[in-house]
Nanobody
Framework: QVQLVESGGGLVQPGGSLRLSCAAS????????MSWARQAPGKGLEWVSG????????YDDDSVKGRFTIARDNAKNTVYLQMNSLKPEDKARYYC??????????????WGQGTQVTVAS
């Protein structure tokens, strides 16, 4: 079955960086676009970034554009989210998600258990 396991979250000071990883298994990883989404306390799920199945195209929400970078390694069945210049408003639980097809979208068929990111001094 599809499994998505996130790691790399933690506590970081404003302006700091974190790199999230998501190890995928149970499906042909290179056939699917992948995304990262986040949910802050008391708020809905927010689509943050997406990446085409071969990594040739990416999407970033305006709230993270220029600060976050999504990437993937199809040989390792892993998708990453490099987060720089973190702000307190980036505090959320971050989820790795599989998109329904080869192109990124804000629709997800599967997601992991999430990893917590806290930005505070």
């Amino acid at each position: 079955q599809v499994q998505l396991v996130e790691s790399g979250g933690g506590l970081v000071q404003p302006g700091g960086s974190l790199r999230l990883s998501c190890a995928a298994s149970g499906f042909t990883f290179s056939n699917y676009a992948m995304s990262w989404a986040r949910q802050a306390p008391g708020k809905g799920l927010e689509w943050v970034s997406g990446i085409y199945r071969d990594g040739s195209d990416t999407y970033d929400d305006d709230s993270v554009k220029g600060r976050f970078t999504i990437a993937r390694d199809n040989a390792k069945n892993t998708v990453y989210l490099q987060m720089n210049s973190l702000k307190p408003e980036d505090k959320a639980r971050y989820y790795c998600a599989r998109n329904p097809g080869s192109d990124y979208t804000n629709c997800f068929t599967n997601w992991g258990q999430g990893t917590q990111v806290t930005v505070a001094s």
